[in-house]
Each structure stands twice: as structure tokens, then as C-alpha cells.
């Protein structure tokens, strides 16, 4: 159920983007345990220069790979988001070749009263979820 938005600049071709979707399903899938088909993403690519992300003064490197990756979930607790992390800079290496120093992850919380999945109903609140 987490919604996640996926910041890249252009330049990736269509299986690469494929792969980074992939991917940062895979290590949300377990390190928050949720379903296989629990899977919200929209992937925006920008022009060079559009995405804009420096280090807070931590030194931290960043390259035209760079990733920002955004979720928008219900409440999960420090040792999934640490897990989540961790694993989707492990697996971003892996599978696709970006450093973790080229990822950056934001988590936004909200509630069941926060969402619709659909036909004007919250799922959530009404038992169906």
C-alpha cells in the first residue's frame, strides 16, 4: 500500500527504469512485508539540472544516477524504515549499479483514514483492508 515516487534524470533507458521499479518494490516487499501485488509507483523523469539533490554537508557524493525515492505509507516502525534503507541500497547496487551514496529515501506517514483505493470507499476504514 505505500505509494512511491521515484525521481531519476533522464538518460536511463526503458529496461533500466524497469529494473529500478523492480527493484525498490522488492526490498518495500520485505521490509514491510507486504503483499507482492501491494505495488503504487510513479517514476518521473527530469532533465538535467531539474533534479537537484546535495548532500546536507555530509560529504555524501552524488552522480547522474542519483535516486529520490519518496513513500507515502501508514505508520511502520524504525526498524522496517532502517531495514528499507539499508536493503534498497543493497539491492539498488545489485541489480542496477547505483552507489548508495546516489540514493536518497524520504518517508511521509499518514493514516487508514488517508486512503482510497478506489470506488469512492476507504478500504481501510471499512474492514475491506
Excluded at 35 to 56: C, M, N, S, W
Aim: proline share 4%.
Amino acid at each position: 500500500m505505500p505509494l512511491i515516487r521515484i525521481d531519476v534524470v533522464e538518460g536511463r533507458n526503458q529496461q533500466e527504469l524497469n529494473m529500478l521499479k523492480e527493484t525498490i518494490h522488492r526490498a518495500m516487499v520485505i521490509a514491510f512485508e507486504v503483499p507482492e501485488r501491494d505495488r503504487y509507483q510513479i517514476l518521473t523523469q527530469h532533465k538535467p539540472g531539474f533534479l537537484v539533490a546535495e548532500d546536507t554537508g555530509l560529504d555524501i557524493p552524488r552522480t547522474d544516477k542519483f535516486v529520490l525515492i519518496q513513500m507515502i505509507s501508514r505508520p511502520r516502525s524504525a526498524e522496517q524504515k532502517k531495514k528499507f534503507y539499508s536493503l534498497v541500497c543493497q539491492l539498488l547496487k545489485e541489480n542496477c549499479g547505483i552507489e548508495a551514496s546516489d540514493v536518497m529515501t524520504s518517508i511521509v506517514v499518514n493514516s487508514d483514514e488517508d486512503w482510497s483505493f478506489g470506488l469512492g470507499r476507504a478500504q481501510f476504514l471499512e474492514g475491506d483492508l
